[in-house]
């Protein structure tokens, strides 16, 4: 850009500053703003369009068209060019717009004189939020520098709409961050919580936007980069050694701090009349408009990597750090974009929700929030840049939605809900000592999942009768280094201290797919589910498998032991671990420690193909658990991370509650009638576990808060009629026998 260009739209800017101080209402503002930008620019027209809600745009001020079409003309995303600018997040410029692509013509508007067109997004940091836009009688291509300058003024518009500079009556012009939203994710971890919000990583607010002097703000910039370099470099020096994959991402920060391209463009929006802080969002902005369109999994990384730079570039500007002085509110509900497990255990249980931007069913942080019993929402798009901290907020894990700052009629509707359940755990308190035993004398045992010390006390409060499934890996995961063996046996002896007797199962590492250790090399493959992982590393890895082992065994200090071996597919792979606990247990005979009284050495169905096993298999297995959430994606190839085919296949589905039934005739065969249960989501939903329950499991291992509800249910039922109801629904045709079943129990009601 020319210096005579720079100095134009420093002036503008300057212009523009004058404006936005005087003490003016948001209207009045507004058409100030058009006016100076149609004079400044030399064109006939200008016009602000805002967002009235997340598909109609509003025209809220222009100069040159038609006044009384303001607040009246209405567009939706995508609609004329207006609106395809809104929606693509890309700059529209044309001679002749009539026989632009997308042409609308607003009659109201008075704008039929006009041929050329150019219209510019308002957004922030990825958020659209109006588009500007300039036209004249004159058919011209407007050009770089004038459609730059466009560019850095729609920044500027953008972050003053933030700031409220433009408050109106009209929807389009009210207060940001003040009206109620509705967030639909997904469903990572049920329960309902209401609280105020906690963001993970405090928004940075930029207070002023135009540069009084671009020399001094070239100086801030440089000495800000200086400083976010060292500070990489440090990073860098201090992770030296250690896990790859972050070093790598070091690598990206280093390379993009370094980059001369990513300065040279700051550098130019600062002498286009920007302060520093502007000019790196600005292109903070333009990276997560880019990562909004990029479908490479690498380049979205990439910008990522840049976006997550600019932050702390921001941070070190504006001083606006991680501790912004807030109070952590009594009651949190935790909001950010991603969260790693170690940093989700730093919060506790005192969190009373989670939600996230990204995040999947089975990643680290949903693995977490599970064992703490936190409701967690993923998928919640935008809710980092729309939330502040202490807003009002509710969160609904069942359903995936989130209500933030709530009207009335959703609070009472959701505080209802809430007190319903509460009264439903004052119901299941009265059972808890009492045996799941239906009403024709068939007893199943409720066992509960865990993975933590902290899920011990739920051992006693929920009734569970042992602990099905204890995670292993969550101290592996929440690691930066391998865990030594001594600190593992020391944490598994206090689970079993604090088990006060009761059995508790250890699954052994089960890691890969969504599960990868920081310190382990991560492994590039086209499908994780399907590839490296569980049993099959500890196979390939047996000095690992070994260390654990004999951490669980040294842990049982002569006390029974049972351990479980995950995803394991064939009778050979049973067969190799086993032969690696002999080895383990043989060390530890040298070593003169005590084994265990009695051990049982037992594996997860978790593939169709081990229901198929030969019947040697199941008749050496010391016990079996089912892993509904495994089979069932493999049962039904669909990917339990895809919202798209994830739902689209019940687990009451005839076929698969057939093959259950096979794996339960194929125990009961055997002589010694091997133990079956059955682990995962389903287990801990009351008509799944009752259907399950009528196919002949006896055992169940579900999260501590779903034992009351599934042995109320179980209390009042009578497995055979609802054996009977299902057989029937077969015998039909029927591809599911839910609606058979709540037939019966509405019936029964």
């Not at 303001?70 to 001679?95: C, D, M, P």
């Not at 002023?208 to 990073?235: C, F, S, T, W, Y």
């Not at 969190?351 to 919640?380: D, M, N, Q, Y």
Request: include cysteine; aromatic fraction near 6%.
């Amino acid at each position: 850009m020319s210096e005579r260009t720079e100095t134009e739209s420093r002036k503008l800017l300057g212009r523009l500053r004058e404006v936005l101080a005087e003490s003016s209402a948001g209207q009045a503002r507004l058409d100030r703003i058009t006016h100076l930008i149609a004079s400044s620019m030399g064109t006939e027209v200008c016009s602000i369009y805002l967002f009235r809600d997340e598909e109609t745009l509003e025209l809220c001020a222009t100069e040159g068209l038609n006044p009384e079409s303001v607040h009246q003309t209405r567009l939706r995303i995508g609609e004329g060019l207006v609106g395809r600018v809104a929606k693509t997040s890309r700059i529209v410029n044309t001679a002749d717009a009539p026989s632009a692509r997308g042409f609308r013509y607003m009659p109201e508007t008075g704008e039929e004189i006009f041929s050329s067109f150019c219209g510019v997004p308002i957004q922030r940091l990825g958020e659209n939020l109006g588009v500007l836009v300039v036209q004249s009688k004159e058919a011209r291509d407007f050009s770089l520098d004038e459609t730059y300058a466009l560019e850095v003024v729609a920044m500027v518009l953008a972050e003053m709409t933030e700031l409220g500079a433009f408050l109106g009556d009209n929807a389009a012009m009210q207060a940001r961050h003040h009206q109620s939203v509705m967030f639909r994710g997904g469903s990572a971890q049920e329960g309902a919580a209401e609280g105020h919000v906690w963001l993970h990583e405090p928004r940075v607010v930029v207070t002023n936007p135009i540069a009084e002097d671009p020399e001094v703000e070239l100086q801030r910039l440089h000495e800000a980069v200086d400083q976010l370099r060292v500070g990489v470099d440090k990073m860098l020096d201090g992770a030296a050694g250690g896990d790859k994959e972050q070093l790598q991402v070091l690598e990206a920060y280093r390379m993009f701090a370094n980059s001369k391209g990513w300065m040279r463009r700051m550098e130019h929006d600062i002498a286009g009349g920007l302060s520093a802080e502007a000019a790196v969002e600005k292109e903070q902005t333009t990276a997560r408009t880019r990562m909004e369109q990029v479908t490479d999994a690498y380049l979205r990384e990439r910008l990522h990597d840049l976006d997550d730079l600019s932050n702390r570039l921001l941070r070190i500007l504006t001083g606006q750090g991680s501790e912004t002085g807030a109070e952590l509110p009594t009651d949190p509900i935790l909001i950010a974009r991603n969260i790693g497990p170690a940093e989700l255990l730093e919060y506790g249980r005192g969190l009373k929700g989670i939600v996230l931007e990204e995040g999947s069913v089975g990643s680290h942080a949903a693995i977490v929030a599970r064992a703490l019993a936190i409701p967690l929402v993923i998928h919640a798009d935008r809710i980092t840049t729309e939330a502040l901290n202490g807003d009002h907020i509710m969160v609904d894990g069942d359903h995936g939605t989130v209500h933030l700052r709530p009207d009335e009629t959703v609070v009472t509707a959701f505080r209802d809900k809430i007190a319903m359940q509460a009264q439903a755990q004052q119901r299941y308190a009265s059972i808890r000592d009492k045996t799941a035993t239906t009403l024709d004398g068939v007893t199943i045992g409720l066992h509960m999942n865990a993975g933590l010390m902290a899920d011990l006390p739920s051992l006693d409060n929920s009734g569970a009768e042992g602990v099905g499934l204890f995670r292993t890996e969550l101290q592996f995961l929440i690691r930066n280094q391998m865990p030594k063996r001594t600190e593992l046996a020391q944490l598994y002896s206090r689970v079993m201290d604090a088990a006060h007797g009761k059995r508790v199962v250890f699954r052994t590492l089960d890691i890969g797919s969504d599960k990868v250790l920081p310190y382990m090399a991560p492994q590039e493959e086209p499908n994780p589910a399907l590839g490296w992982r569980a049993i099959r590393v500890g196979l390939d890895k047996p000095g690992v498998m070994r260390m654990q082992l004999q951490a669980l065994l040294r842990a049982a200090n002569g006390r029974p032991l049972s351990v479980m071996f995950p995803f394991i597919a064939q009778y050979e792979e049973y067969t190799k671990a086993l032969e690696e606990m002999e080895k383990a247990k043989e060390r530890e005979r040298v070593l003169g420690h005590p084994l265990p009284e009695t051990l049982e050495i037992g594996a997860m169905l978790e593939t169709p193909s081990l229901g198929f096993a030969p019947q040697k298999f199941f008749e050496e297995v010391g016990f079996l658990s089912i892993g509904g959430n495994d089979l069932k994606q493999f049962f039904f190839a669909a990917d339990r991370e895809n919202e798209r085919v994830r739902r689209r296949y019940d687990t009451l589905n005839v076929s698969f509650l057939t093959f259950l039934e096979g794996i339960v005739n194929r125990c009961n065969s055997t002589s010694t009638k091997t133990p079956l249960s059955f682990c995962g989501e389903d287990a801990g939903r009351p008509i799944e576990a009752l259907c399950l329950a009528a196919m002949g499991l006896r055992t169940l291992s579900m999260r501590p808060a779903s034992i009351g509800p599934v042995k109320s249910l179980l209390r009042r039922s009578n497995l055979s009629e609802v054996r009977q109801v299902i057989v029937e629904a077969r015998e039909r045709g029927d591809q599911s026998v839910r609606p058979a079943v709540m037939d019966y129990l509405r019936g029964q009601s």
